[in-house]
C-alpha cells in the first residue's frame, strides 16, 4: 500500500489529526469505519477496535473518538474530489473507488427512480476498505495453477475480507512478468470496481505486471468481450462474479482460448454450487482449480485448492496474503 | 511655445482616457465570451467524460485564454490540497486573486461566485442544468455588454477629445 499521507488526505482536518496519531501497521489495518454520532472505528488484523482521540486504539466503545455529521460531509467532499455528480455511477452501487484502489462504502437515504435507486444522500455512513499489494502472496498458489505451459482456469473462493483481490492481483501480477519457471504472458484485466489495479486517471496504481491491459471501470461482461476482440489476452482475470451477464460473457471466453482467473465470495465449493448461476460452470467442471481462502489466524490464508473434480491438491499449511 | 505642447498634452491625454473607457468595455464584452465559452467546455467535461471538476477544470485550462486558463489551473490546484476549504472557498478565492483586474465588473464576479457555489454537490443532470443557467446568464449579460459597447465606445472617445477641448480652451 502507498503511503499513510494519501489515504489520510481523504479525511476531514480533524479526523486526518487522530489518524495521523493513530500508531498502527498499515499492512493490518483493514477497514476505517465513519458512522454519524458514533465514534470511529478500525478493522485491525482481523478485529475490531475504537479509535480515541488522542489515537489510541482500545477495545472500549467509551474512548472512541465521535464523528459529527460535518466532519462525515467533509470526508465526502474530498473522497469525491468536490465531485460527487461524477462518481453516480459508483454511489449506485454503493461504493467509490479511491487513488490507491481503496474502496469506500456509504450509506444513507437511498432516492429510487420508480423501482431502480437513483442515488445516495444524506450520506451518514463511510466505510473505507483499505486495498493491500502484497507481492509474492500468490507464490505457493501458482504451481498449483499452472499446468506445463498453461494457467489453468481457476476461481478463488473467499468470505469477503479474506485477501481474494489481493492474492488475484499477486497472480496476475506473477504470471505477466513470469517466473523462474513460467514465461510471462498477456493478461487481461476486467476492473469494474478498481479494486484490482487501483486505477487513477486511467493508470494502474498496484503493480499488475509488465504484459497486463486493463479495463478500469468496465462492466465485466462486455469488458471480458473487449478484452477478447482488441488486446487477445492469454489471460482474463475478473474479481466477483456472480451475475447472469458475466457468466454468459465467461462461456464466450472459455471457448476463444482465453484462460480465466475468476474470484467469488463463498466458503467453499459447495457455497459456489448453491449460486444457481454457478452451479453449472461448477458441474460442467469449466473450472481446473479452486483455491478456497479462510480466515482463520490470518487474513487470506488458504484453505485448500482442488481440482475440476473436488480432488484436494494443497491442504492446510497455508499463505497469508 | 511651452504652451501649445501643455495644451496638446492635455488634448492627448483626455482623449487616451475616453479612448480606454471604450476599450474596458471591448474588453468587458470579450471576457464575458471567453467565459462562456470556458462554461460551455466545463459542461462537454462533465456531460461526455464525466469528469471530477478538477481534472475538468485542468482540461479546459489548456484550451482557453489567461487569466481564465491560470484560474482554472489554480482552482484545480488547490482541490486537490484537500485543505479544509470548501469548493466555493476556494472557487471564490480563485476568481478574486486571478481575474482582479480581468475587465469584468463587481457584478459578473458576483454571478461568477454564485455559480461556483452550485458546482460539485448535485448529481450530473442537476450539475448541467446549474452550467446552463449560467450560461444563459452570461448570455444575456453579454448581450447588454455588447450593446453598452456599441452605445457608449463613441461617447467615451469623443467626451474625451471634448473635455481635452474644454480644458484647453479654458487654460487659454
Known sequence: MKGKDELIKIFSIRLRGILQRMDVDLEQLQEIRLRVD??????????????AESGRISLD????????????????????????????????????????GHRVGVAGKIVMDGDKIKSVKYISFINVRLSHQIKGCAGEVLPYVIQGEEVCHTLIISPPRCGKTTLLRDMIRQLSNGTDYFPGITVGVVDE?????????GVPQNDLGIRTDVLDCCPKAEGMMMLVRSMSPRIIAVDEIGDYGDIHAIETVLHCGCKLL????????????????LQKLVLERIFERYVILHNHNQVGKVKAIFDARGTALYEGRGTGC | MLKWVGIGLMIGACSAIGLS?????????TQLQELRRMTGMLQGEIQYAKSPLAEAFRHVAGRIREPFSDFLRHTAEDMEEFSGESFSEIFSRNAEEDLKGSGLLREDMEQLRGFGEHLGYLDQEMQLRTIDLYRTQLMETCETASEEFKNKEKVYRYLGVCMGLFLAILFV
Request: avoid cysteine.
Open chain 1, 61 to 100: 466503545e467509551a474512548s472512541g473518538y465521535v464523528v459529527d455529521k460535518k466532519e462525515l460531509l467533509e470526508t465526502m467532499e474530498y473522497i469525491a474530489n468536490y465531485s460527487l455528480y461524477a462518481f453516480e455511477d459508483e454511489l449506485r452501487q454503493g461504493f467509490i473507488t479511491i487513488q490507491g
Open chain 1, 262 to 277: 475468476a474470484t467469488v465470495h463463498g466458503s467453499s465449493i459447495e457455497d459456489v454450487k448453491k449460486k444457481p448461476l
Open chain 1, 193 to 201: 470496481r478498481s479494486e484490482i489495479g487501483g486505477a487513477y486517471l
Open chain 2, 21 to 29: 473607457m471604450g476599450q474596458d468595455l471591448k474588453k468587458r464584452v
Open chain 1, 38 to 51: 458514533k465514534p470511529l472505528m478500525i478493522a485491525y488484523g482481523g478485529r475490531e477496535y475504537f479509535v
